[in-house]
């Protein structure tokens, strides 16, 4: 079975300073990950993802995240945080040939002006 | 130009009423899902359809009815509400052309929070 954990639950930060955010899976197959941010009040909206080719991913808003098979790790990271980052962040990830999606926790993501 | 729409956005019941989510998409997608998002943000996927054929349905209770009249839409039926009922539902879609295929995006509805009383 798929499983998605983020250990960072929440985490505040000063605007401008660099975000990193943790994110392992676990599954024995190939996968494909993603991350969604939701803005407060607002729905899902998808930041990257990774199917294959270049690990490291760029996404919307200066986002990127690096797939590291061996880690089994898909970490969100950004140089420079801004206070309309702050959201949540849901990482998630399925398997090849399968259609669940499966969801960390998320991470709450507050930046301070 | 909403992708994919819910209504109503809130929805305040009494428990045991039963009650529907509607949800559209205009993407083109064959691939519908209904997710439930808990208290604590927790995001679980309730059930999905691929071209009005259920394809997942994880453990929910049989009160919960899916029902998808054509591709577009898949709306959610829920009977004798219960208090822990009480969540932010989102549909989502993906193109997935053929059952299985997974390589596609999921795009998501802004939600419907149905609060039981």
């Known amino acids: 079975a798929q499983s998605v954990s983020q250990h960072n639950h929440h985490v505040i930060l000063s605007e401008a300073a660099s975000l990193e955010l943790g994110c392992n899976y676990s599954?024995?197959?190939?996968?494909?990950l993603f991350w969604y941010v939701q803005y407060p009040g607002q729905h899902l909206q998808l930041l990257l993802k990774y199917f294959s080719g270049d690990p490291l991913v760029k996404g919307i808003k200066g986002f990127e995240a690096e797939f590291i098979k061996s880690k089994f790790s898909f970490n969100l990271r950004k140089p420079s945080v801004q206070w309309s980052d702050t959201a949540e962040y849901f990482c998630?990830?399925?398997?090849?040939?399968?259609?669940?999606?499966?969801f960390g926790t998320g991470t709450r993501l507050l930046v301070s002006p | 130009d909403t992708a994919v729409s819910q209504t109503p956005k809130y929805l305040v019941t009494q428990m045991g009423n039963d009650k529907s989510i509607k949800c559209e998409q205009n993407l083109g997608h064959d691939t519908m899902y209904w997710y439930k998002q808990d208290s604590k943000k927790f995001l679980k996927i309730m059930f999905s359809y691929n071209n009005k054929e259920l394809i997942i349905n994880e453990t929910v209770p049989n009160r919960f009815s899916p029902k998808s009249p054509d591709k577009a839409h898949l709306n959610l039926h829920i009977n004798s509400l219960e208090l822990g009922d009480s969540a932010v539902y989102f549909c989502?879609?993906?193109?997935?052309?053929?059952?299985?295929?997974?390589?596609?995006?999921?795009?998501f509805g802004p939600g419907t929070r149905l609060t039981v009383l």
């Open positions: 998630a990830v399925n398997g090849r040939g399968f259609q669940k999606l499966v």
């Open positions: 599954y024995g197959g190939t996968v494909n």
């Open positions: 989502a879609s993906s193109q997935d052309r053929t059952s299985g295929r997974s390589t596609d995006t999921q795009y």
